[in-house]
């Protein structure tokens, strides 16, 4: 049997409609998490109070 690579390979970015991920880098036990951040569905307006009657 081979041993398996002490390093993992580089995933390209991922990229979806509102979706992005990245991969981070390895930590001390060779734990390779990823990063992912969402843009946003909608468009937020500015509040304005109601006017008095």
């Known amino acids: 049997m081979s041993q398996q690579p002490k390093s993992r390979p580089k995933v390209p970015e991922g990229k979806a409609r509102f979706l992005v991920t990245r991969q ?3 930590n001390e036990r060779g734990f390779v998490g990823y990063e992912v951040i969402w843009e ?3 468009k ?3 509040y ?3 006017k008095r009657p």
């Open 48 to 50: 304005q109070t109601p």
């Open 24 to 26: 981070k880098e390895a």
């Open 44 to 46: 937020e307006a500015a």
């Open 40 to 42: 946003p569905f909608h």
